[in-house]
């Protein structure tokens, strides 16, 4: 239950990236995505010690079906029972589960049908756990910092993709798999106190929050969010964009960009640098926005980053030599990173409170349920066609977003809340624009 101590004002005094309990939920937010890369290093390298290659496969894809399964019910329950008690309970289920597995790994040689069994639970708890940590930031800080928060959110999740794997690498050298499997479920725990730190705003705060849904069954309330969705004339159509922009992407650079790599013989190392290059403008781009906390514009300038990431895609096949092709890379994941944190704050800013945990599942069950079915089909057309014909086409494909977007009058004339005016001493109560 929120109290009136708890509570936080409207109006933000600090920016996000100072602001003290922002920066608690970021805390918590990264020790779990750590704790999730190991696991998934720890349940890996388990598989590989006791089954073969098609068990292998097998466990690491157990996960992902009740994930996808559960995601549009995750927000349904996000929406109903208050986002921070749902990132809680899934955090405490899942540290309790891993060290369980820990102390079940440490005694004896895991059989293929425990490790089957944690994926599928911790996928089911993993459906929970995404739609509330999406609903949460509006409930943390004011409307005009969220693009702040976005962006230090993108941020966490790349810092996650770099430290976890010498992570794991290094629990499993001092302990084997126990002991990647015990770092994290300790990392889960880590979370746990940081999020009991978080205080919330009442949905309430937000005036279109005020018209709130009448109370129904759990599928009601589903498929009122998705007419919810369906209906508003800015959501929407981002959502769409955000669709096809994750079909069209997702596989060309996931599993394309393996295959290119490959077919122009540059070798590990030159995968590793064309990843690192998209990696490093995503993270570019989400410092920016960290930092800015606001782009005029922001319809547009979505819009734009988006053809701009398209255009990368669809050429980077026909580019003669790897150091391009890195360049190249970067601007795609600088155009991909402002896109996605432009997409996800005007989002964020436009929904009603109330819906955010069903927005944030169904934008997610794009990225984790539909954009993976892409993966076999880019494969087998690269084997067919070649690299370059491919990559040319999902770009095309990609830029329908582009047109999903621009048709949107609503999307086209978006604006970002500007940050608010900061005190101009201390006398100044929270929420009063200085003088």
């Not at 890369?37 to 598989?47: E, P």
């Not at 049908?113 to 004011?142: E, H, K, Q």
């Not at 734009?304 to 980077?316: D, H, K, P, Q, W």
Request: aromatic share 6%; charged share 10%; hydrophobic share 55%.
């Amino acid at each position: 239950m929120v109290t009136e101590e708890t509570a936080l004002p409207e109006r933000a005094t600090v920016p996000a990236h100072r602001d003290g309990n922002v920066l608690r939920w970021l805390a918590a937010y990264t020790a779990s995505l750590v704790g999730d890369s190991v696991y998934f290093v720890a349940l890996a390298w388990s598989a590989q010690k006791s089954a073969g290659p098609a068990e292998v496969g097998l466990i690491m894809a157990a996960g992902a079906l009740p994930r996808a399964l559960l995601m549009l019910g995750g927000g349904v329950v996000a929406d109903r029972f208050d986002p921070r008690r749902v990132l809680l309970g899934s955090d405490a289920l899942r540290c309790v589960l891993i060290l369980s597995v820990a102390a079940a790994v440490a005694l004896t040689a895991p059989a293929l049908w425990l490790l089957v069994a944690v994926a599928l639970v911790f996928g089911a708890v993993d459906a929970l756990f995404v739609p509330a940590i999406g609903a949460l930031p509006a409930r943390i800080t004011s409307s005009d910092q969220l693009t702040r928060v976005t962006g230090m959110r993108s941020l966490s999740m790349r810092l996650s993709q770099i430290v976890s794997p010498p992570l794991a690498g290094l629990a499993m050298g001092l302990g084997d798999t126990a002991a990647a499997f015990t770092v994290a479920g300790l990392l889960f725990a880590l979370s746990l106190p940081l999020l009991l730190t978080v205080r919330v705003r009442p949905v309430g705060t937000r005036k279109e929050s005020l018209e709130r849904p009448e109370p129904g069954t759990a599928w009601k309330d589903l498929l009122d969010g998705l007419r919810y969705i369906r209906r508003h004339r800015l959501i929407g159509p981002l959502v769409a964009a955000g669709a096809v922009c994750e079909l069209g992407l997702t596989g060309t650079l996931n599993v394309g960009m393996v295959l290119l790599n490959a077919e122009r013989g540059w070798g590990a190392s030159g995968y590793g640098w064309i990843v690192s290059g998209f990696g490093a403008g995503a993270a570019a781009g989400a410092a920016m926005l960290t930092l800015v906390g606001w782009l005029p514009r922001a319809g547009l300038v979505l819009a734009g980053t988006l053809f701009v990431g398209c255009a990368g895609a669809a050429t980077i096949a026909l580019v003669p030599t790897l150091w391009i092709a890195v360049v190249l890379a970067a601007v795609i994941g600088l155009s991909a990173g402002v896109f996605a944190s432009l997409n996800n704050s005007l989002i964020q800013t436009a929904a009603n409170p109330a819906y955010l945990g069903r927005v944030t599942s169904v934008v997610m069950l794009t990225m984790v349920g539909l954009a993976p079915l892409s993966y076999p089909l880019v494969g087998a057309a690269i084997g067919a066609w070649g690299a370059a014909p491919v990559f040319a086409g999902c770009g095309g494909f990609a830029a329908l977003g582009v047109a999903v977007a621009l048709a949107s009058g609503a999307v086209r004339h978006a604006e970002l809340p500007p940050p608010a005016p900061r005190p101009a001493s201390r006398g100044v109560s929270a929420g009063a624009p200085a003088s």
